[in-house]
């Protein structure tokens, strides 16, 4: 009888206790067989390798993106996945052209120079011969403002760098980048005829880093970025000559929408196949490097969760979805069209989706995110896998965002979560011909793929 | 009476609590302070740069070391340490020499082919043809003590990789490098005459990784370290060609001794100037590359512990002693001089001793290791400091070991700490030509300057 009573005593003291669940050596060691399958079975790096040397940049909508859909949507079959698909959409397509310049003209200084620079994505073209004005420095959307339309036919060069004293490289990017996404819409709108801004990087290279900027219905004037030490060259000699002129050329431009897809691949929950554990990354790369970090990295590894749950053979309760998304970059066009196919699919709930779209390195934890209501005690519980996670590194849970395109679940209740990599070197990268393969180290890649697949692996188990 | 009564209860809390002492705002604010500038003053960057890129390799001894020492010390001076001096030692001095090679003779497969390899250190020499012989494998030095005197007159070939599957490399090298440390002398006991290595890193190209292998009173044979690939080619030919020979040649060579130094530079303490907290690095490296991450980093890092302290105006109780130390890599000689003047002077108490030995990326913590009896409450302590530490990603402080020249203070009764840096990347460089300085990433370098300053400065304020 007393043996009885212990055992539903601790039968209730199981349930009542999730902790108590999910500290159980079957966890512990089948996190460990996940993490040791990562770093010595996993097809992520190869996969990567193969996306960029063999494909290479993959701009939403152009043929190399449509490869690159086709590619992994084929490594998911092979793989085992029970469904594959793509799921069409259109998106917006602008074309880089062949010539961007920026040049110092006549500086009392040093003559003629050319700055390194790149345009940013929707810039408008300039007529052949380029735009020769004068500048006007701001290190702010607000300086602009005050400013207003003493701008007029001017260039405006925004540079206010990304703040170095902020541990997480995310933070001081968050600070800048509205210099590059609303500036040069706003400049144009106090009548600019053309905008230059320092590239979003902590770098102290002179490599220039691109990214979307966006002009809504106002007219595109051109906008490039400048590399670091180019900004800080040209701040020195407007110091000293305030009547300094620069000459900006390129022949981007706007194409007709184009067809890009959505790579959405399931292994099929045994109990609760209805309910839905999305791991994403997104496909799209901007035009240059080779699309390495942002987000190769986040789809190889998205990929091969499904990977590890297959070698080890862990049947889930739920459904494991990996969807890699199209046009983050220019547009979430791909998030948007899924999350309207999430929300129209009455019979599926979208229980959790977990995305890695911060860089290939070392991960050191996730970021949460969902509406009040869906919240409940999902991050709680969570944090009571700490203990499992901490020795993979992964000790940072923290509510508070998640990732782009996984954000567009969260009207729909989904708990998210964005794969927190080591933040320093990113930005060293982004956006830049610098993002390439051998930028990325293989075992770096794989513990964010036992990352993912060990959260995964609990959420499917445990719930929230 | 009731406030009094209510400022005494709380005043023997702080007292009895050193938690609570260590959370003061004023910590905080402090610590923030140190990472602020580590981020955006520190000089460990250039200071690096310059060791890296104007002098180079430094073996201890060389004249590249001492020009390592007295540009270090020079630098410390500059940053106003109290006290700077060199401290004199005579080290062991081998040569490289020109030739390193190690070549498959006439494979029924592949005919000749040269393998990438280099010497390790104090590897004997061959007559000038190279010795040509037959090969045995092993992938332990308890599998070649099993076949004892059959490996006589043959070369031997350890060949076990480390183990992938930790997630910490150190522990992955720590249970590999006997092959390369002890492997060619028990070798040479049973009759080997020469031997070749497996390359300690888990990177899968074929760059060869030199370190030290250890003959004491044996007569040396030739031992070199061959690229993991050309590793992997050899065990596969020796599956299919057991009677493949190899020829291998060098004509490194022992030189007299030679005398190097330890660089020591203090902050005097204004409170308990005897008490002595030691922040080190070594100053020699191996004679290929630059030494970027082992150890030019955690050199740079903790002459900035000095450096944050002067530029910050935070005024130590303790002296703080910056120890730079000699022929780390091929003896220790400098750590154990330096230990032996510790033991000697009877004047100082050596409180504690940190070391940045294990490369310049992003720090997760530290180790902690004492003899048990000076333990006493220290490590609990440390640990009450995690909160503040935490955000800047130190989050990992656990007993267990140090690093190599401050582990000779330990029957001092000093508390020593290593720190932690992210291991993933650190064997991909170790000892190896690409141990350059673009391959140290400034941010990363400068948040493990911080994470030392930090330490110190909570150490110095509150003791253990």
């Not at 996190?31 to 063999?54: G, H, M, P, Q």
């Not at 003209?105 to 929707?122: E, K, P």
């Amino acid at each position: 009888m007393k043996n009885i009573l212990q055992k539903i005593l601790f039968a209730s003291f199981l349930l009542a206790s999730p902790f108590a669940q999910a500290q159980t050596d079957e966890d512990v060691e089948k996190v460990a067989d996940i993490f040791e399958t990562s770093l010595t079975k996993s097809s992520a790096y190869e996969w990567l390798r193969y996306l960029c040397k063999n494909i290479g940049h993959r701009l939403g909508g152009s043929p190399a993106y449509t490869a690159a859909a086709n590619y992994t949507a084929q490594m998911l079959d092979t793989l085992g996945a029970d469904t594959v698909w793509l799921q069409p959409l259109k998106v917006p397509y602008w074309n880089r052209g062949q010539v961007a310049k920026v040049r110092i003209v006549n500086s009392q200084t040093i003559g003629n120079q050319d700055l390194s620079c790149i345009a940013l994505g929707f810039s408008g073209a300039t007529p052949r011969l380029g735009i020769t004005a004068e500048i006007v420095e701001v290190k702010s959307i607000a300086e602009l403002e005050k400013l207003g339309n003493k701008v007029k036919n001017k260039i405006v060069f925004f540079n206010r760098p990304m703040d170095a004293t902020k541990v997480s490289t995310f933070y001081a990017y968050g600070g800048a980048v509205d210099q590059r996404s609303s500036g040069p819409r706003l400049a144009a709108e106090f009548g600019a005829i053309a905008c230059v801004v320092r590239s979003m990087t902590l770098k102290q290279d002179d490599v220039p880093h691109s990214g979307m900027t966006v002009f809504n219905n106002v007219k595109p004037i051109p906008a490039l970025a400048l590399g670091y030490q180019s900004a800080d060259l040209l701040a020195e000699l407007l110091a000293q000559e305030p009547n300094l002129r620069l000459n900006v050329q390129t022949d981007c431009s706007t194409s007709p929408e184009q067809t890009a897809y959505n790579v959405i691949a399931d292994i099929r929950g045994s109990e609760r196949p209805n309910e839905i554990i999305v791991v994403g990354g997104h496909l799209d790369s901007w035009d240059i490097g080779e699309g390495a970090h942002d987000d190769g990295a986040g789809c190889v590894q998205a990929m091969d969760v499904l990977n590890l749950f297959k070698r080890l053979g862990i049947r889930p309760r739920r459904t494991i979805r990996c969807v890699l998304f199209a046009n983050e970059e220019n547009g979430m066009y791909g998030a948007t069209t899924y999350a309207e196919y999430a929300k129209n699919n009455k019979k599926e709930i979208h229980y959790a989706a977990l995305e890695s779209d911060a860089g290939g390195h070392s991960p050191r934890g996730f970021s949460m995110d969902a509406v009040p209501d869906a919240q409940k005690n999902a991050f709680a519980k969570v944090q009571k896998w700490r203990e499992i996670l901490v020795p993979y590194g992964l000790y940072d849970l923290q509510a508070g965002s998640s990732a782009a395109d996984v954000g567009k679940l969260r009207e729909l209740g989904t708990i998210l979560f964005g794969l927190k990599p080591d933040s320093q070197r990113y930005f060293d990268f982004h956006h830049a011909k610098t993002d390439i393969f051998e930028n990325v180290n293989k075992r770096e890649l794989e513990l964010g793929a036992g990352a993912m697949a060990a959260m995964v692996y609990l959420i499917d188990k445990y719930g929230f």
